[in-house]
Nanobody, 124 residues
């Protein structure tokens, strides 16, 4: 089992920045691929960014160059995954979800573990 707890959401004006955090715990959390997805009202949950245990990262085209994903692993099998979001746009507003999976996937339906989500609001 992997437990995920997000924090750091909030409201910001377009062009601003926010940093999301995800505390991951569980026996296998340190080896899993960690990712962020988001879901805006009336839209499907979509992939944002992912990071492997070795540090390799992958981004959706819509956020590449503006968002940065990173992770810090600890010896007690706890991980913290961050999503630094810069140059935020109105269209970035959504509920952001932390995700964990044994293998990489950009398909929300195949993700094994989800956090509860954190709201990001971007005003013009």
């Amino acid at each position: 089992q992997v437990q995920l707890v997000e924090s750091g959401g909030g409201s910001v004006q377009a062009g601003g920045s926010l940093r999301l955090s995800c505390a991951a715990s569980g026996r296998t959390a340190s080896t899993y691929v960690m990712a962020w997805f988001r879901q805006a009202p009336g839209k499907e949950r979509e992939f944002v960014a992912s990071i492997w245990s070795g540090g390799f990262t992958y981004y959706a085209a819509s956020v590449k160059g503006r968002f940065t994903i990173s992770r810090v692993s600890r010896d007690n099998a706890e991980n913290t995954v961050y999503l630094q979001m810069n140059s935020l746009k109105v269209e970035d507003a959504a509920v952001y979800y932390c995700a964990a999976n044994p293998t990489h996937t950009v398909v929300a339906a195949t993700i094994g573990y989800w956090g509860q989500g954190t709201q990001v609001t971007v005003s013009s």
